[in-house]
T-cell receptor
Framework: KAGVTQTPRYLIKTRGQQVTLSCSPI?????VSWYQQTPGQGLQFLFE???????NKGNFPGRFSGRQFSNSRSEMNVSTLELGDSALYLC??????????????FGQGTRLTVV | AQKITQTQPGMFVQEKEAVTLDCTYD???????LFWYKQPSSGEMIFLIY??????QNATEGRYSLNFQKARKSANLVISASQLGDSAMYFC????????????FGKGITLSVRP
């Protein structure tokens, strides 16, 4: 059974540019969540999609957006990149999303560097 | 709002010895799940163990056990017989039930296993 696949693994972008990251969840999983990980702030929740609908959103500016397709694949987009957006972006896949015992399976992440 | 606190500095343990990683949590909800994840240098978050708020027994998964003390709101991870491959960052996380069921992570603890 294939795991969670995130592409690309590494990205270098310039301030002001935009970037799109992709996440393919485990087959059959309908929930995809995105997290930003930085040394200073740790792991912070960005948003969650379930069956193509955004169910939950973290406290990030509108420059951060996402979507989910009918095959459950998800993309997140960051526009007008800032140096502070440099981080490891992790995607997590789950069967469902509203139960306390829902286990999340993570991808290896996309490491974004903004210069 | 829920909060996870991991305050230990970098931890060191001798190979084959046991180590305890501390985690305290705060929530006003009665229904919640507690998770531990391992993050090696590759970046992927690996699920280790789960404990539900209503579980009366401490969870165990192979060399991992969770020391759950509900009244003290603590969920410490115990790794027995440490191995060199256990060197990684360890994160404690919590998930509630319902629409706000995102994973909330602590800052993590770095564990180094010495040969």
């Amino acid at each position: 059974k294939a795991g969670v696949t995130q592409t690309p693994r590494y990205l270098i972008k310039t301030r002001g540019q935009q970037v799109t990251l992709s996440c393919s969840p485990i087959s059959g999983h309908r929930s995809v969540s995105w997290y930003q990980q930085t040394p200073g702030q740790g792991l912070q929740f960005l948003f969650e999609y379930f069956s193509e609908t955004q169910r939950n959103k973290g406290n990030f500016p509108g420059r951060f957006s996402g979507r989910q397709f009918s095959n459950s694949r998800s993309e997140m987009n960051v526009s007008t990149l800032e140096l502070g957006d440099s981080a490891l972006y992790l995607c997590a896949s789950s069967l469902v999303s509203d139960r306390m015992n829902t286990e999340a399976f993570f991808g290896q992440g996309t490491r974004l560097t903004v210069v | 709002a829920q909060k996870i606190t991991q305050t230990q500095p970098g931890m060191f343990v001798q190979e084959k010895e046991a180590v305890t990683l501390d985690c305290t949590y705060d929530t006003s909800d009665q229904s919640y799940g507690l998770f531990w994840y391992k993050q090696p240098s590759s970046g992927e978050m690996i699920f280790l163990i789960y404990q539900g708020s209503y579980d009366e027994q401490n969870a165990t998964e192979g060399r991992y056990s969770l020391n759950f003390q509900k009244a003290r709101k603590s969920a410490n991870l115990v790794i027995s017989a440490s191995q060199l491959g256990d060197s990684a960052m360890y994160f404690c996380a919590m998930r509630l039930t319902g629409a706000n069921s995102k994973l909330t992570f602590g800052k993590g603890i770095t564990l180094s296993v010495r040969p």
